[in-house]
Nanobody, 114 residues
Framework: QVQLVESGGGLVQAGGSLRLSCAAS????????MAWFRQLPGKERERIAR????????SYSDSVQGRFTISRDNAKNTVYLQMNSLKPEDTAVYYC???????WGQGTQVTVSS
């Protein structure tokens, strides 16, 4: 099983940027497709970005397409989420996960003020 720890959340003004990191330990990180999810207050958790094992393939939800970028560094066992042009509606707890596992991080809060 892989253990995941997110970091990089915080409070930012609308239009600003943040970069989230998700550090993995345990089994071989490069064996997993990775994804970022978020959970808005009162809503179900939704997937917003996904990256393949090699990092060559990525996909995004419509809500973040063009503003967020997912990337990974397999040498550092880390996946990133660069978030630009943040909006108040991006306020949520952000989680990373290794696909096809039950592994989730503890989440990191992102708050965007208007």
């Amino acid at each position: 099983q892989v253990q995941l720890v997110e970091s990089g959340g915080g409070l930012v003004q609308a239009g600003g940027s943040l970069r989230l990191s998700c550090a993995a330990s345990g089994r071989t990180f490069s064996s997993y497709n990775m994804a970022w999810f978020r959970q808005l207050p009162g809503k179900e958790r939704e997937r917003i970005a996904r990256i393949s094992k090699t990092g060559l393939s990525t996909s995004y939800s419509d809500s973040v397409q063009g503003r967020f970028t997912i990337s990974r560094d397999n040498a550092k066992n880390t996946v990133y989420l660069q978030m630009n042009s943040l909006k108040p509606e991006d306020t949520a707890v952000y989680y990373c996960t290794a696909e096809d596992t039950d592994s989730w991080g503890q989440g990191t809060q992102v708050t965007v003020s208007s």
